[in-house]
């Protein structure tokens, strides 16, 4: 008989360890507490609109090489579109729209060339950028637990290059702001998309939802190897038996038995699924993990307001503006804006109204022709708990894949994977806990 092995949630993680696992024989269970797969990771369709609707944006890169095999594994890595070149587009009221774009240079030369580029920046910026050229070799660490503020300070980076071009960086890819994120985190992002060669820093967008880019295909995968995938089932307790996994009972009374336990769900959710005694005694940590938000702000207009994929927003609340009509390259246009706000904890508690409001100002503040526009319609998407708060302190809590229960692992993008939360982060963990396993 196959060893059995239930895993807890459906998203990235959960399902790229039960991908790996169905290939290797083994009996894959994955029970999701929601009607869908996906985790923090999925789309949906606007039921006013039929257009679909990511919970919130998300960007690849071309280092990200557990992701890339993932979805090549599935069939589905055409699905994603990668820039020839690195180019980010940046938009603020003094300087109009400036470009971040990295020529055909060894790395991490492109890099450095892409920052003199940039129009806001002065030539001092662009000098002490140099500064940063040993992190992008992969020589530097961060000598100690410092925030990204410090450690900019430390290189002497300016406030108008932090503000320009650090600070969305960061928030863009640490979910947090420079003053309390972790620099260990921003040096393993510079190292890996800057200094692994130029098709690393390359930026890659689905082109469909984020759903239709994996979970089907891995739903597919999985069973059409003899595994079973339960939605609405919701884990309500691990269960142990003299210090090993039994299995796995569901709200609603139905235990499911198991070799092995891989739990795939955020860290505040996997806490309520232990009794009291195993949390104080090996999972205490996970109270200690905070997380951060994210806001999407869908907006509909009754015209384009801009021809670029992404844009950075300097200067406004909202960081981002993505073009949902070029992203997905449709032919029937809708003009669908999905303006983005990350670490965005003090914003989860706005009614719609106030976040459309907000997103409104930003828009006829950088964009003149949104003035004329008549917005038609707009959908609201608050993560609460998107990722965990990449603080110097997180850097220490982040647990491993194997726990101290011999036959119970662990999988997210919140685990120590060396990476921050993201989703190359959450299937390296799922690859890492079913590699454990076999």
């Given at each position: 008989m196959?060893?059995r092995v ?5 998203g ?6 039960g991908?790996?696992l169905s290939?290797r ?5 994955i029970v ?5 797969l996906?985790?923090r ?7 006013t ?9 998300h960007?690849?890169?071309g ?17 994603l579109?990668f820039q020839?070149?690195?180019?980010v587009?940046?938009?603020?009221a003094?300087?109009?729209?400036d470009s971040?774009a990295?020529?055909?240079l060894?790395?991490?030369?492109h890099v ?7 129009k806001?920046l ?5 000098l002490?950028a ?11 660490t961060?000598?100690?637990?410092l925030?990204v ?7 002497k980076?300016s406030?108008n290059?932090?503000k320009?071009?650090w ?10 702001s420079?003053?309390v994120?972790?620099a260990?985190?921003l ?9 692994g060669?130029r098709?690393a ?5 689905s ?8 979970t ?5 995968f999985i069973?059409?190897?003899?595994g079973?995938?339960?939605?609405l089932?919701?884990a309500?307790k691990?269960?142990i038996r003299?210090?090993q996994?039994v299995g ?10 198991a070799?092995y336990?891989?739990?795939a ?5 996997l ?13 205490a ?19 384009p307001?801009?021809d ?5 927003l300097?200067g406004t609340?909202t960081?981002w ?8 390259l449709?032919?029937?246009p809708s003009n669908?804006?999905?303006l983005?706000i990350s ?9 719609k109204?106030q976040l459309?409001?907000m ?6 503040a950088l964009?003149p ?8 319609h707009?959908t ?9 708060a990449?603080?110097v ?5 982040r647990?491993?894949?194997?726990t101290p229960i011999?036959?119970?692992f662990l999988?997210?993008d919140?685990t120590n994977?060396g990476f921050?939360a993201?989703?190359e ?6 690859n ?5 396993i076999?």
């Amino acid at each position: 008989m196959a060893k059995r092995v239930i895993i807890i949630g459906g998203g990235f993680a959960g399902l790229a360890a039960g991908v790996r696992l169905s290939e290797r024989g083994f009996e894959v269970v994955i029970v999701e507490r929601r009607n869908h797969l996906g985790g923090r990771a999925y789309s949906f369709r606007d039921p006013t609109t039929g257009d679909i609707v990511d919970n919130g944006q998300h960007l690849f890169m071309g280092c990200y090489h557990h992701t890339i095999a993932f979805l090549k594994k599935l069939g589905t890595l055409e699905k994603l579109k990668f820039q020839e070149r690195t180019r980010v587009d940046f938009l603020d009221a003094k300087n109009g729209l400036d470009s971040f774009a990295c020529p055909k240079l060894p790395a991490p030369l492109h890099v450095l060339a892409g920052l003199f580029k940039l129009k806001g920046l002065t030539i001092g910026d662009k000098l002490r950028a140099f500064n940063l050229s040993s992190t992008l070799r992969g020589k530097a660490t961060t000598n100690g637990a410092l925030t990204v503020a410090e450690w900019l300070k430390k290189l002497k980076q300016s406030a108008n290059i932090s503000k320009r071009f650090w600070t969305p960086l960061v928030v863009a890819t640490l979910n947090e702001s420079p003053d309390v994120a972790s620099a260990k985190m921003l040096i393993k992002v510079l190292q890996e998309a800057f200094g692994g060669g130029r098709a690393a820093s390359a930026i890659g967008i689905s082109s469909v939802g984020l759903s239709d880019l994996y979970t089907q295909d891995a739903k597919h995968f999985i069973e059409s190897r003899g595994g079973k995938i339960q939605v609405l089932a919701r884990a309500h307790k691990i269960l142990i038996r003299d210090d090993q996994v039994v299995g796995v009972e569901l709200t609603g009374g139905e235990i499911i038995n198991a070799d092995y336990v891989i739990s795939a769900v955020p860290p505040n959710v996997l806490f309520e699924m232990l009794d009291d005694d195993l949390r104080e005694k090996h999972f205490a940590y996970l109270a200690k993990l905070k997380s951060s938000a994210i806001v999407s702000i869908n907006l509909w207009f009754d015209r384009p307001l801009t021809d670029r994929q992404f844009i950075g927003l300097i200067g406004t609340e909202t960081q981002w503006l993505f073009n949902k009509d070029a992203i997905a390259l449709t032919t029937k246009p809708s003009n669908h804006l999905a303006l983005i706000i990350s670490a965005a904890n003090q914003y989860t508690n706005w009614t719609k109204h106030q976040l459309v409001e907000m997103a409104m100002r930003d828009l006829q503040a950088l964009i003149p022709q949104s003035h004329e526009a008549k917005l038609l319609h707009a959908t609201i998407v608050k993560e609460r708990e998107a990722t965990i708060a990449h603080t110097v302190e997180s850097d220490r809590l982040r647990p491993d894949a194997q726990t101290p229960i011999a036959n119970f692992f662990l999988a997210g993008d919140w685990t120590n994977t060396g990476f921050p939360a993201t989703i190359e982060s959450a299937v390296l963990s799922g690859n890492t806990a079913a590699q454990l396993i076999v």
